[in-house]
């Protein structure tokens, strides 16, 4: 018999690859087992959320939302023998069952139920590991048109940044990126790339970046010793951006939601937020952006 722990993570990674290949029979097919009373476990709550997610992508907005509750139920079912953060698949399940309910939201034009829905959220669940991905999705609806959120700036490498208010007449490029993270080594070429355009027109930098208790090869680390790895790391795959501050704060990543590395914030001149978005940007759509941003 196979344990059951070798089970569910290979139903885990099995529904994600059949909701990849938009094979969703054959997913529900693989979600039979988990749906017996004895088989409600966090696992089966991550495989539905990957259901959800599916539906969502394939535009089935009732089937996304019946699989995105069924994902919080289960999840939510786990918590009264441990904490949500005690087990890695359910913070998985919950995070995309929230998600994915709000975009459904969003998506049937109920933006104002989808906000709404998101604080109760993360007046609910800030404090866990989930509180950066509820303020990430909250952000997509809600921070374009909004004044910027102060940055932390207490802890730093590299140039020593200023304050967002005392930028006040630059456009600031906000980059979130990690020292683990390959999209944001690919990002950086372009970002060396618009700075050299557009940093004597008036457009800044700045990478917000954090701790994650790890170093190479995901080796635990204190923050003396990580911080030591996150300089090379910078000197290394950034060395375009040396110019770049680098707040290094936690509570940068929870007030923009930057639970995606990397993210990206475009603020215009007063202070407000013109774009915002979680992941990787080309190139033509960012120089677009800030063109738009520095001619205003």
Same mark, same amino acid.
């Given at each position: 018999?196979?344990?059951?722990?070798? @089970?569910?993570?290979?139903?885990?990674n099995d529904v994600r690859t059949l909701v990849a290949h938009r094979d969703f029979a054959a997913a529900e097919r693989a979600l039979r087992g988990c749906r017996t009373p004895g088989g409600a476990t966090p696992e089966c709550a991550a495989a539905l959320s990957w259901m959800a997610?599916?539906?969502?992508?394939?535009?089935? #907005?009732?089937?996304?939302?019946?699989?995105?509750?069924?994902?919080?139920?289960?999840?939510?079912?786990?918590?009264?023998?441990?904490?949500?953060? /005690?087990?890695?698949?359910?913070?998985?399940?919950? $995070?995309?069952?929230?998600?994915?309910?709000?975009?459904? #939201?969003?998506?049937?034009?109920?933006?104002?139920?989808?906000?709404?829905?998101?604080?109760?959220?993360?007046?609910?669940?800030?404090?866990?590991?989930?509180?950066?991905?509820?303020?990430?999705?909250?952000?997509?609806?809600?921070?374009? $048109?909004?004044? /910027?959120?102060?940055?932390?700036?207490?802890?730093? @490498?590299?140039?020593? &940044?200023?304050?967002?208010?005392?930028?006040? $007449?630059?456009?600031?490029?906000?980059?979130?990126?990690?020292?683990?993270? &390959?999209?944001?080594?690919?990002?950086?070429?372009?970002?060396?790339?618009?700075?050299?355009?557009?940093?004597?027109?008036? @457009?800044?930098?700045?990478? &917000?970046?954090?701790?994650? $208790?790890?170093?190479?090869?995901?080796?635990?680390?204190?923050?003396?010793?990580?911080?030591r790895y996150t300089l090379q790391v910078r000197q290394r795959f950034y060395p375009g951006l040396a110019e770049m501050p680098v707040p290094l704060s936690a509570a940068n990543f929870l007030a923009y939601g930057a639970s995606t590395t990397p993210t990206l914030a475009l603020i215009?001149?007063?202070?407000?937020?013109?774009?915002?978005?979680?992941?990787?940007?080309?190139?033509?759509?960012? /120089?677009?952006?800030?063109?738009?941003?520095?001619?205003?």
């Amino acid at each position: 018999m196979i344990p059951a722990l070798l @089970l569910y993570a290979s139903l885990v990674n099995d529904v994600r690859t059949l909701v990849a290949h938009r094979d969703f029979a054959a997913a529900e097919r693989a979600l039979r087992g988990c749906r017996t009373p004895g088989g409600a476990t966090p696992e089966c709550a991550a495989a539905l959320s990957w259901m959800a997610r599916g539906e969502l992508d394939a535009r089935r #907005l009732d089937r996304a939302d019946a699989y995105a509750e069924e994902a919080r139920k289960t999840a939510l079912a786990q918590l009264g023998a441990r904490r949500l953060d /005690a087990d890695p698949w359910l913070p998985m399940a919950l $995070g995309a069952a929230i998600e994915v309910h709000a975009q459904v #939201l969003a998506a049937r034009g109920e933006r104002a139920e989808a906000v709404a829905f998101l604080k109760q959220q993360a007046a609910e669940f800030g404090a866990t590991s989930l509180g950066e991905r509820i303020r990430k999705n909250l952000n997509v609806l809600n921070l374009e $048109g909004k004044p /910027a959120p102060p940055l932390d700036e207490a802890v730093w @490498l590299g140039p020593k &940044p200023q304050p967002l208010s005392a930028l006040r $007449g630059h456009a600031v490029l906000l980059f979130f990126w990690a020292h683990w993270c &390959p999209d944001c080594k690919a990002e950086a070429p372009i970002l060396a790339s618009l700075m050299k355009t557009y940093g004597p027109k008036g @457009l800044v930098l700045i990478g &917000p970046t954090k701790l994650y $208790g790890f170093a190479a090869q995901g080796e635990e680390a204190p923050p003396a010793a990580e911080e030591r790895y996150t300089l090379q790391v910078r000197q290394r795959f950034y060395p375009g951006l040396a110019e770049m501050p680098v707040p290094l704060s936690a509570a940068n990543f929870l007030a923009y939601g930057a639970s995606t590395t990397p993210t990206l914030a475009l603020i215009d001149r007063k202070g407000v937020v013109r774009f915002y978005h979680p992941g990787a940007v080309p190139e033509a759509e960012l /120089a677009a952006r800030i063109q738009r941003v520095l001619g205003e």
